[in-house]
């Protein structure tokens, strides 16, 4: 008879998701073992003591990750080649510059 493991287990180990969420309030002392976390994703109320390793969470906002406003503060436009002018990128700024402050930047 072969093995069978068990799919969907409990896992061992694993860092807490808190470490890289957006709503995590981190405070760690000088040794391993002092370090709180607190959720504030409800923002209304007192933050939330966090006192386990959480594996998965609902309100997950991973702070590694843009958000749609920091990518669109970040963009850059591909101008093609037109009249003259080559193939590359630039700022909105760059652009608004070149096509004129009416043109329209489609994020």
């Known amino acids: 008879m072969g093995t069978r493991g068990v799919q969907n287990g409990t896992p ?3 860092d807490w998701l808190c470490r890289t969420c957006s709503y995590a309030q981190i405070q760690k002392g000088y040794a391993e073992s002092e370090e709180l976390i ?11 003591l966090i006192p386990f390793r959480i594996r998965e969470c609902t309100a997950y906002a991973d702070r590694r990750r843009s958000d749609l406003d920091g990518m669109e503060k970040t963009a850059w436009i591909l101008v093609t080649k037109r009249a003259g002018r080559s ?9 608004k510059k070149i ?9």
Request: charged residues 30%; negative net charge; proline residues 6%.
């Open 99 to 107: 096509e004129g402050e009416d043109a329209e930047v489609i994020p």
């Open 87 to 95: 193939v590359g990128f630039v700022t909105a700024k760059e652009f």
């Open 12 to 14: 061992v180990t694993g």
């Open 38 to 48: 607190h959720c504030t994703f409800r923002r209304w109320e007192q933050p939330q």
